[in-house]
């Protein structure tokens, strides 16, 4: 079964960077697309990032381009999102997911059938 653990979030300043880790086991086939998705309190979750492990294809919102970078070290498999100049609004629990799909735009819940616990980051301001 697919396992996936997040890790890395905190209480940060505003300005100031995280890396967070999704570590995945478990999975069936060799290549796959890991995402971010984040949920500020009293909103809905909705996808941030995504990486396919195929050919490394990348997407971003709008709003963290320039600012977050998702990249995936097969060998351990593992994703990272790293997170810079960070901002209050930024502030969420954010989770990874998997799906057997390719990352070819915005992640949508209802494509991803495995998740992570989530991981909180709070920036203050």
């Known amino acids: 079964e697919v396992q996936l653990v997040e890790s890395g979030g905190g209480l940060v300043q505003a300005g100031g960077s995280l890396r967070l880790p999704c570590a995945a086991s478990?999975?069936?086939?060799?290549?796959?697309?890991i995402a971010w998705f984040l949920q500020a309190p009293k909103k809905e979750r909705e996808g941030v990032s995504c990486v396919s492990t195929s050919d490394g294809n990348t997407y971003y919102a709008d709003y963290v381009k320039g600012r977050f970078t998702i990249s995936s070290d097969n060998a351990k498999n593992t994703v990272y999102l790293q997170m810079s100049a960070l901002k209050p609004d930024d502030t969420a629990v954010y989770y990874c997911?998997?799906?057997?799909?390719?990352?070819?735009?915005?992640?949508?819940?209802?494509?991803?059938?495995?998740w992570g616990q989530g991981t909180q980051v709070t920036v203050s301001s």
């Open positions: 478990g999975f069936v086939f060799d290549t796959y697309t």
């Open positions: 997911a998997l799906y057997y799909g390719y990352c070819g735009g915005k992640p949508l819940i209802v494509e991803y059938d495995y």
